[in-house]
């Protein structure tokens, strides 16, 4: 199979790279064309054939790059595959994918997250899948944008916001020992006073304990910022990791029981 290009698919693709659009719909290339809805239809699903454009979901197409020879697959940037496949809706890049895109972990990534009021059902074609997380519109908040390609940014949840979501859904990020490593490994370029407004605004209390602990254990903040948090706590314990079975020593100061060894939090640092 050839990849030619007729002289409407070669202004289609020319308009593509004009636009910086890592990813397109039927209505920008009907745009770019000059043609009804239809005809483009038409003259896409024949670059489809020639391996010229890969379809990702209905409406949603990428280039497949001609540096690539003869491969009819392109799975493209999965963050902006998820940004224009989740569109008008409010999102951001989250848990362990902002830990990757924050440098925040050593550990190869082979799903994307993405947090959104309303969630789509998971993506998952040519080998890239995509999970979306409902979260509460009053939820949305420590959020940046960050460069995904030469052409493309993405919202992402900023350094702190991330520590909390990983916090809070310790199963998102691989485990409270990810996060605290994460943390370790940025501890310098955190701001303790957002990490704790951003804890307080969450409101949930196993975040309020985590965040506490994580802190302390890994020497940000101060005593005033500790003492912030601990304002918060009630009687009840909470699990440092509810990924992992219950064990360990019940820790009164920050109302968890600590079922992650000291050991492994430091042997994970030091990886």
């Not at 790279?17 to 990813?23: A, E, H, S, T």
């Not at 670059?47 to 949603?60: F, L, N, P, Y």
């Not at 830990?99 to 190869?108: L, R, S, V």
């Not at 370790?184 to 704790?196: E, S």
Request: proline fraction near 4%; include cysteine; charged fraction near 20%.
């Amino acid at each position: 199979m050839m990849k030619t290009l007729g002289p409407q698919t070669a202004k289609l693709v020319q308009g593509i790279y004009d636009r910086g659009l890592d990813v397109f719909t039927l209505a920008d290339a009907a745009d770019i064309l000059g043609l009804e809805h239809k005809a483009t239809s038409g003259l896409i699903r024949a670059a489809i054939g020639r391996g010229v454009i890969t379809r990702m979901r209905r409406g949603s197409f990428l280039l497949v790059p001609f540096e690539l020879g003869s491969d009819t697959i392109y799975t493209g940037n999965s963050y902006v595959v998820g940004h224009r496949l989740l569109g008008d809706r409010k999102h951001y890049v989250s848990f362990a994918s902002a830990m990757d895109m924050h440098n925040m972990t050593t550990q190869p990534q082979f799903i994307t997250w993405f947090s959104t009021e309303k969630p789509l059902r998971p993506y998952n074609e040519h080998g890239v899948e995509i999970r979306f997380v409902k979260t509460k519109l009053e939820h949305m908040f420590g959020i940046t944008e960050m460069w995904s390609t030469p052409h493309q940014k993405v919202p992402v949840s900023d350094l702190e916001r991330t520590i909390i979501d990983g916090l809070h859904t310790t199963s998102n990020v691989g485990g409270y020992s990810e996060i605290d490593k994460g943390a370790w490994m940025r501890r310098a370029d955190i701001d303790p006073t957002k990490l704790v407004d951003y804890a307080l605004r969450l409101n949930v209390g196993a975040v309020i304990r985590r965040l506490g602990f994580l802190m302390e254990s890994c020497d940000i903040g101060s005593a005033c910022h500790h003492g912030a948090l601990q304002a918060q706590l009630t009687p009840s314990f909470s699990l440092l990791d509810p990924m992992l079975e219950r064990g360990g020593q019940f820790q009164s100061r920050w109302r968890l029981q600590v079922n992650v060894s000291r050991d492994e939090l430091m042997g994970d640092r030091s990886t």
